[in-house]
């Protein structure tokens, strides 16, 4: 009797606390997709496993040989770290300037908000290869940007930028923009502006409100933001590889050599997977920060 | 469900629609469709403004461009082995080819069904496809900063020239035959590329860049970032028809060379278009337009006379092609994976 009670209200309470969202029928509305993610994404996920598994280039024999040779030669570790670093770059340098893009489009009126909105988005759609190939003449060394500091006297020779890392970490910054003004967007407007006059009012000065206010309350959009241009800046391979050259390496590129010049599909399924672990790693405690922080403010 | 406003025919109805429409480019591609693989620069620009139409007007069907260097051609057609190919027709350079041949990627060629095949030159009679022309390479350098043509790959170490030098990885065929050839004239070749390497580091404070992929080679001399860097003879000439500042150096101490070919990829859903997408290539009329400017083409039917840029620039006549230097690429093929990495050492900053 008394179990049957407590199911009813363990019932009752899952009931209120969790709304059912799905039935089991409309669980069922899920499966396609997983399938075709299981068929698209987990299998050929298997196959590169795989593949890396192989010890030589023509498939004979199964082994580590390829994690041995990766983790065994400091060179690989440097293309590694070289890549997660410029990842972790770039990414400031967009919430450096992303971030009070999406405060002035939270602040906006509907209007201008939506023209703000609209110019943030545009560069989404264009292609990549188009975006990047305008950086080129932006950053030539007869391009926009030296003629400019030339005319106006500000240098007396042409500063190097394509095919240098600053370079590489400004384009990507543009580039990926969107991916950080967005997210962070949504969580500035869902701020209370109460908030910040109740903090005003309390005594603190605008800097402290800032600090103490809203940038706390808006971790959640910068965690999300940084996640998403993480991940897409430490992958880019074309912005890598048209801005940086050959000279910068960074993992794109060299798997791409390893799989296509060097013909080495199973260093290069080696080399995927263990970039593809320390890329997931990041976003992974990038989004534990994000988590963590939020609850001890809620809490 | 009922109150979204959103029945269940609706939805159907809906489906279908998408379903015919992402159906479409299927459709379409089923009335002849031919999809070819070309290089960038002047092969592409070639291909496109002189075979395409020629093929269209020949066959009534149509022929889609794919641009990717050898080596990206023969990586996407063996992880394609076993379904159908994404190209029907795939370029190649010497070097690619062989690799090409050892997985078995190609058809042989139909020399019986060849309208032009028997006019080519002996030399660039392959029965696993014919060769349509010889790429040749040597300096392209900017007229209006250096003053004197160079004439060796000595030149590019000239001091003046410090951040001025461009290059370009090895997953090309200019990247490979420069580094074979530098080792070369320094004393080694293909079964000896230390040399090579020696020379690279000596030249590395003169390097202003190293594009990744031969298509942003042109980028750096359009946008001036570097004045001198090894490149292809015909490349030159079709960035220098778009008013580029550039002019082609010969290089005294010989002219590197490769036979560039076309082929039927096994498996192509298209086999007899094909055949006359290349026996096209190969046709004296294309291979004459084809040698005009802006592409100086090079040919290799012996009804068609060299281009007077190359007779000046490359070999006076067809019979001195074979005069060119041209290196064993089962040997380079040997040593490619282990030379990309060094080189990926040396030149990394």
């Known amino acids: 009797m008394n179990a049957a009670v407590a199911e009813g209200v363990t019932d009752e309470l899952r009931r209120r606390t969790l709304p059912r969202l799905f039935s089991p029928v409309e669980w069922q509305l899920a499966l396609p997709l997983a399938l075709f993610l299981i068929a698209f994404f987990v299998a050929p996920l298997i196959g590169l496993a795989v593949v890396s598994l192989y010890c030589e280039p023509n498939f004979q024999t199964l082994g580590l040989v390829q994690y041995r040779r990766l983790f065994g030669d400091s060179f690989n570790l440097g293309i590694v770290a070289d890549t997660l670093w410029l990842g972790a770059k770039a990414t400031l340098l967009c919430l450096v300037f992303g971030y009070p893009l999406a405060w002035v489009c939270a602040r906006a009126g509907p209007r201008l908000r939506s023209l703000l909105l609209f110019i943030v988005v545009l560069p989404i759609l264009t292609s990549v290869v188009v975006r990047t190939f305008a950086w080129i003449v932006i950053l030539g060394r007869q391009g926009l940007f030296n003629r400019t500091l030339l005319a106006l006297g500000l240098s007396d020779a042409p500063i190097d930028l394509l095919f240098t890392e600053p370079g590489v970490i400004i384009v990507l910054a543009q580039v990926q923009m969107p991916l950080m003004v967005l997210p962070l967007l949504t969580s500035l407007q869902r701020i209370d502006p109460n908030l910040a006059d109740a903090s005003a009012a309390l005594g603190a000065g605008e800097w402290r409100t800032f600090r103490r206010v809203i940038l706390p309350l808006s971790l959640p959009g910068i965690a999300a933001g940084c996640t998403l241009v993480y991940a897409a800046c430490a992958t880019a391979f074309i912005t890598q590889t048209l801005i940086g050259g050959a000279r910068h390496l960074y993992m794109p590129l060299f798997l791409y050599q390893q799989a296509s010049g060097a013909n080495d599909w199973p260093f290069a399924a080696a080399l995927a997977i263990v970039f593809m672990a320390a890329v997931l790693l990041v976003v992974l405690l990038l989004s534990l920060l994000g988590r963590a922080r939020t609850a001890r403010i809620y809490a | ?349």
């Open chain 2, 1 to 349: 469900m009922s109150n979204s406003g959103f029945s269940r025919r609706h939805l159907i109805g809906t489906g279908l629609a998408l379903g015919t429409w992402a159906a479409m480019p299927r459709l379409a591609r089923a009335a002849d469709m031919l999809v070819a693989a070309t290089f960038p620069g002047t092969w592409n620009d070639a291909h496109k403004a002189v075979l395409v139409p020629y093929f269209h007007k020949a066959t009534g069907a149509d022929a889609t461009l794919t641009i990717m260097l050898a080596t990206d051609e023969i990586a996407k057609l063996s992880a394609a082995k076993g379904s159908a190919p994404p190209f029907d027709v795939a370029i190649m350079d010497e070097g690619p080819l062989l690799d090409g041949l050892d997985q078995g990627l190609f058809d042989k060629f139909p020399v019986a069904k060849s309208r032009h095949y028997g006019e080519l030159l002996p030399v660039f009679q392959d029965e696993w496809g014919p060769k349509i022309s010889i790429q040749a390479i040597g300096i392209g350098y900017n007229p209006k900063k250096i003053k004197i043509p160079p004439t060796k790959w000595d030149d590019l170490f000239n001091p003046a020239y410090k951040g001025r030098v461009g290059l370009t990885a090895l997953n090309s065929t200019l990247g490979m035959a420069f580094m074979v050839d530098l080792a070369r004239v320094n004393g080694g070749g293909e079964s000896n590329i230390e040399p090579a390497f020696t020379a690279l580091k000596k030249l590395l404070p003169n390097v202003g860049a190293i594009s990744a992929n031969l298509g942003a080679h042109a980028a750096l001399f359009q946008q001036e970032q570097i004045d001198i860097a090894p490149y292809n003879f015909n490349f030159v000439q079709t960035l220098k028809a778009k008013g580029v500042d550039v002019e082609f150096a010969r290089l005294e101490t010989g002219v590197p060379a490769w036979r560039t070919s076309l082929h039927t990829v096994k498996g192509a859903q298209k086999p007899d278009l094909a055949l006359a997408y290349i026996d096209g290539h190969i046709d004296p009329e294309i291979q004459a337009a084809m040698s005009k400017p802006p592409y100086d083409v090079i040919p290799t039917n012996s009804k068609v006379p060299l281009p007077p840029e190359a007779v000046r620039l490359i070999a006076p006549s067809q019979a001195d092609l074979s005069k060119l230097v041209y290196f064993d690429w089962r040997k380079i093929n040997q040593g490619r994976s282990a030379w990309i990495e060094q080189f990926n050492r040396e030149i990394k900053i």
